[in-house]
T-cell receptor, first 110, second 115 residues
Framework: QKEVEQNSGPLSVPEGAIASLNCTYSDRGSQSFFWYRQYSGKSPELIMSIYSNGDKEDGRFTAQLNKASQYVSLLIRDSQPSDSATYLCAVGFGNEKLTFGTGTRLTIIP | GAVVSQHPSWVICKSGTSVKIECRSLDFQATTMFWYRQFPKQSLMLMATSNEGSKATYEQGVEKDKFLINHASLTLSTLTVTSAHPEDSSFYIC???????????FGSGTQLSVL
């Protein structure tokens, strides 16, 4: 069974600092990786996708993928209080549905 | 980006009644859609996979006769909570994507409160 692991947190980060969120996955053949953000009482929204080893940057967000070590991370630079949310990691393999982690709750402290 | 529309956003019903929730893919065809349930401060829990033109696949522990899923077209899936009880009160969310292993887009969710 494919597994995606995330530290549930809460992870507290001072405003303006870098927030680092990590995710590990069990299936070495996984091919697609996604980060979702979910505010309390709202549904998840896609913020980053990554498919190749290395870094992918989008504004204040950077996704990092290391297939050899089977982890994917999300860095949030210049953290803002509005970044406080639960972040979900999702992993895809072949023609199968995405597997989601349980999420990491992030709190940005003003 | 792709859009998934979910209705209603919230519903209050009496115990014993049935509630139908709709999930539509607005700009792509979805042969597969997913239904989740989420209790306050808990993780997203996959309930079932909705397959167009065939029976839904339910996750372990989810009662298929209580949570009826119909996926009659490539753009619409419905979840009916039958004979709802207070313990069914939860946030229900659907998702879909153009491809099974690709990014998923989520509906806005339905908050169900059963009195």
């Amino acid at each position: 069974q494919k597994e995606v692991e995330q530290n549930s947190g809460p992870l507290s980060v001072p405003e303006g600092a870098i927030a680092s969120l990590n995710c590990t996955y069990s299936d070495r053949g996984s091919q697609s990786f996604f980060w979702y953000r979910q505010y309390s009482g709202k549904s998840p929204e896609l913020i980053m996708s990554i498919y190749s080893n290395g870094d992918k940057e989008d504004g204040r967000f950077t996704a990092q993928l290391n297939k050899a070590s089977q982890y994917v991370s999300l860095l949030i630079r210049d953290s803002q209080p509005s970044d406080s949310a639960t972040y979900l990691c999702a992993v895809g393999f072949g023609n199968e549905k995405l597997t989601f982690g349980t999420g990491t709750r992030l709190t940005i402290i003003p | 980006g792709a859009v998934v529309s979910q209705h209603p956003s919230w519903v209050i019903c009496k115990s014993g009644t049935s509630v139908k929730i709709e999930c539509r893919s607005l700009d792509f065809q979805a042969t597969t859609m997913f239904w989740y349930r989420q209790f306050p401060k808990q993780s997203l829990m996959l309930m079932a996979t909705s397959n167009e033109g065939s029976k839904a696949t339910y996750e372990q522990g989810v009662e298929k006769d209580k949570f009826l899923i119909n996926h009659a077209s490539l753009t619409l899936s419905t979840l009916t909570v039958t004979s709802a009880h207070p313990e069914d009160s939860s946030f229900y969310i659907c998702s879909a994507g153009p491809r099974l292993d690709e990014k998923l887009f989520f509906g806005s969710g339905t908050q169900l409160s059963v009195l």
